[in-house]
């Protein structure tokens, strides 16, 4: 094939203009990434321009736009000996992101990307699965191969960068006759579907990993902690001490919540408590590094910036400078730097937790709990429990079998071979153990409220999509992401001894709260008094202590 197109190009341009071995191959490889790694991005742009005649020659040409800029991308990322390893790399990654972005839909950006940094290898053993290995071999590993073993010896520099520069012009030159005919389409493809263009694979998640390391070195500089709510002082003194639970949720989606009106009874344990469902939360992120900083951050959403957070206090500081006795149990991957100055404890293992099976279960952060208080006697206590959850695309392992109600649940990570009603199925079972969960936190608080002012506090960090949308999962970018990834559960439940009742917090149910209330009702509740926080008493709680 090489030898055609040289053969082919020799007729038209003089020797000196010949296109080069190893610049065949790298628009080879353009080519070939359009053809077989980017359904999720035409799919979107059939979406936008239906497959009429009418909209064909914009078709093609977006087609022909797409596989240019890819051509020019890679052409100038690879020089001398690295070239062949840059593509092969690239081939591989771009396997990767096509068959996430085909299967669940998600945008491969920095947020993307700081998740999957993030992710555990028990975690990342759940996204296996047969199509991954066909995708990673098919489009992968075997044209990863050829270019390893078609790439040419280099050429000098100066031969290379004259040969990238007379395609490039003549790329370009293609570009220019494509475009000029349509710039009205382009004008409102450009401006109003920005999304569309986020799927366009390798480009997009390459600048998006370029972008991601940027601002990795920009803040790997040593910086002092900024200490925030220095003002907080303890109003009522001679009260009881406090004993609250926060339970950090994983991938819980309001409207999967029998308590918020879903037409299945997902909460039948927490439905015979006295708790308030408060109906109308926001989250901050769409993803677990980004959510759980930013809700203990006294930064707003609008405000929150990862590294900025992670050298601030955040609101388990305070409360631990104010001699609240603080504790953090995982299930989850870890705090995301929340609990990075206060006792932490693993329970993702049997090392610690007792409740495992085919994976350990939220349910065993209980254990031990009654030692721990009884060791911080006439103290303030408060315990952030985080939860595996919902944690998808294995819904049905986050789940012991006695609660598997709903069926037949999907049994795969690979959401694609099951029916929409099998994987809600394995998500509402999941919601399920999460209420069993939480009942069980109540019943342990049950326990201390004749000695303390009990309460447990549930917020789950993020929803998830079902395949709303052909979208499935989370992390989608917070400016297009569904509600069904913003909109996420909360909930109240206050011992007889707490200084506030529910029914002070019943009138504001449907009120718009979001993560950003977080930082302040955890200092509120433990009667810390401080001017940060002067714009949500009237709002979250009229505490005697607090006016």
Same mark, same amino acid.
């Given at each position: ?41 035409? /799919? ?21 736009? !797409? ?10 990322? $690879? ?56 995708? $990673? ?18 050429? /000098? ?10 395609? /490039? ?14 710039t009205a389409h382009y004008a409102s493809f450009i401006r109003e579907h920005k999304v569309t ?6 480009? !997009? ?60 009874? $997902? ?65 989850? /991957? ?5 609990? $990075? ?113 009990t309460a447990m506090l549930y917020v789950a960090d993020h929803g998830e999509s079902l395949g ?60 810390l008094d401080s001017e940060t926080c002067n714009a949500k008493k009237q709002v979250l709680f ?6």
């Open positions: 094939m090489l030898q055609l197109i040289q053969r082919t190009t020799s007729h038209f341009w003089p020797i000196t203009w010949r296109l080069q071995s190893t610049q065949v191959i790298t628009l080879c490889v353009a080519i070939f990434l359009m053809l077989f790694a980017n359904h999720a991005l035409f /799919s979107h742009v059939l979406e936008i321009y239906p497959l009429t005649a009418a909209n064909m020659p914009f078709l093609v040409s977006v087609a022909i736009f !797409f596989t240019v800029l890819t051509a020019l991308f890679l052409l100038w990322i $690879t020089f001398g000996r690295a070239a062949r390893w840059v593509l092969a790399l690239l081939l591989l990654l771009a396997s990767q992101a096509a068959y996430y972005m085909d299967q669940f839909g998600v945008i491969v950006d920095t947020v993307m990307i700081d998740n999957i940094l993030q992710t555990s290898a028990q975690e990342a053993s759940g996204l296996l699965s047969a199509k991954l290995l066909m995708y $990673t071999v098919v489009m992968g590993l075997i044209p990863a191969w050829f270019v390893l073993k078609a790439m040419p010896s280099p050429q /000098s520099l100066r031969q290379e960068c004259m040969a990238k520069l007379k395609i /490039s012009g003549m790329l370009l030159l293609l570009l220019v006759v494509v475009v000029a005919p349509l263009r986020m799927y366009a694979n390798p480009t !997009f998640f390459a600048y998006s990993a370029i972008k991601y390391v940027v601002l990795a070195f920009q803040s790997s500089e040593v910086k002092t902690l900024t200490e925030v709510a220095k003002d907080a002082v303890e109003m009522d003194v001679k009260r009881e001490h406090e004993l609250m639970i926060m339970v950090v949720g994983e991938t819980a989606r309001a409207d999967r919540f029998s308590l918020n009106g879903y037409h299945r009874l $997902t909460n039948p344990k927490l439905q015979q408590e006295d708790v308030v469902s408060l109906r109308n939360v926001t989250s901050c992120g769409t993803s677990t590094g980004i959510s759980v900083p930013c809700m203990f951050s006294v930064l707003t959403r609008k405000q929150f910036d990862k590294e900025k957070a992670k050298h601030m206090e955040n609101a388990l500081d305070v409360l631990a400078d104010n001699g609240i006795e603080v504790l953090w149990r995982d299930n989850n /991957s870890d705090s995301k730097d929340v609990a $990075t100055r206060i006792r932490y404890e693993d329970f993702k293992t049997p090392t610690f937790n007792t409740v495992c099976d085919s994976e350990c279960r939220d349910v065993g952060m209980l254990k031990g709990l009654d030692a721990y208080i009884q060791s911080k006697k006439d103290k303030d206590i408060l315990i952030v429990l985080h939860q595996m959850g919902n944690h998808g695309p294995e819904y049905y392992r986050r789940y012991p079998k006695a609660f598997e109600r709903f069926k037949p649940a999907c049994q795969s990570g690979e959401l694609s071979t099951c029916t929409q009603q099998e994987i809600d199925n394995a998500y509402d079972n999941a919601i399920l153990y999460t209420d069993y969960f939480l009942s069980e936190v109540i019943q342990f608080l049950k326990k201390y409220d004749d000695r303390y002012e709303e949308h052909g979208i499935y999962l989370h992390a989608a970018p917070y400016m297009i992401a569904p509600k069904e990834q913003t909109h996420v559960p909360a909930i109240m439940w206050m011992g007889k001894g707490f200084d506030y009742s529910l029914d002070q917090l019943r009138p504001y149910q449907d009120y718009p709260f979001s993560h950003d209330d977080v930082f302040c009702s955890l200092l509120i509740a433990y009667e009229a505490n005697k202590h607090l006016k």
